[in-house]
């Protein structure tokens, strides 16, 4: 466990860690974010490079803000790959080069001297949609995302559900093609590896989906083509995903979704494939509401519940 926030904590912040950018945002205890950032993640600089930049962006936010002291903070912070929540420990980041059962919070701990919460990104940004967002009332909700690469957070019976070991929700690592390109992971074929922004781009040779999307929208028929491969793919894989939680709402973010709104369509015509009609009717699929800020508001909402524990105030569930 993290130890004990001091009594004169009065400031969250919280970091949304992500393949290509990090977003840092400092809050008060009300929720307001008083200051945020938004920097390329460094991350051929590996680990050491990547925790040397938060703590960093962190200490000039808090330079920023009149009487933020880091004794006092509550720093909270989404990563994209398997977590330990307990421990504070990355066991795996495909898409940050060199993570492996990195000590997160032990790390931005000694360097900030702050309490350090560390939480799936997805499973963080699933919490925001469902108090904030798209999944406002609901149960049981998902939340899928597919930018660089493709993740999903749970709250089942209105709690975020982790999982035995704190790792629920890699869904883009569930293999949809066993003979397809390998993944960063390691494995070949997972819907990461044929259905997320860096699939999309590396199979149409461009440098980005965005591009496969406009040159798509264009009238280009190899670009629609990989466009329509992958959604069917994603598809039919969240049609599995809706037989398997049986949610109330599913909502579909990230970049790729965000781009096309013919990739988004395309995706919902091939869930029903892969659903019981009944499971898809009752199932609400929508587009996030949040937007970039789902993982920052988040990590602010994880820091936010432990903070307000620790002071005995008013909140809304904890999520612990």
């Not at 190899?222 to 909502?251: M, T």
């Not at 587009?287 to 903070?307: P, S």
Request: aromatic residues 4%; proline residues 4%.
């Amino acid at each position: 466990m993290a130890a004990a926030v001091s009594a004169g904590a009065a400031l969250v912040a919280g970091v949304d860690l992500g393949g290509t950018w990090l977003r840092v945002g400092l809050s008060d205890l009300e929720g307001h974010i008083l200051r945020r950032a938004r920097v390329r993640t460094a991350a051929s600089k590996g680990p050491d490079g990547v925790l040397e930049q938060i703590a960093e962006t962190v200490r000039q936010l808090a330079s920023q803000t009149p009487h933020a002291g880091l004794g006092g903070l509550v720093l909270a912070i989404g990563v994209p790959g398997p977590v330990d929540g307990r421990r504070g420990v990355v066991e795996g980041a495909p898409n940050l080069p060199g993570w492996r059962r990195v000590a997160v919070r032990r790390r931005l701990e000694e360097s900030l001297g702050c309490v350090c919460l560390v939480e799936h990104d997805a499973s963080l940004a699933a919490v925001a949609e469902h108090r904030l967002g798209a999944g406002r009332g609901s149960q049981d909700f998902v939340y899928v995302t597919v930018s660089t690469g493709i993740g999903a957070g749970l709250v089942l019976g209105g709690r975020l559900h982790r999982g035995y070991r704190g790792s629920a929700g890699e869904f883009g690592h569930v293999v949809v093609d066993p003979d397809g390109p390998r993944c960063n992971c390691g494995a070949r074929g997972c819907l990461e590896a044929v259905s997320s922004g860096t699939a999309i781009a590396r199979e149409a040779g461009r440098a980005s989906a965005v591009e496969v999307t406009r040159l798509a929208e264009a009238g280009d028929r190899s670009a629609q083509l990989v466009l329509s491969r992958a959604a069917r793919y994603l598809g039919l894989a969240l049609g599995g995903l809706i037989n398997l939680l049986n949610p109330e709402v599913l909502a579909l973010g990230g970049g790729v979704i965000v781009a096309s709104p013919h990739f988004y369509n395309q995706v919902l015509a091939s869930v029903p494939e892969g659903t019981f009609p009944s499971l898809r009717g009752s199932c609400r699929v929508v587009r996030t509401e949040l937007g970039e800020d789902q993982g920052l508001l988040g990590a602010v909402e994880l820091g936010l519940d432990f903070a307000r524990a620790q002071h005995d105030l008013p909140a809304g569930a904890v999520l612990a």
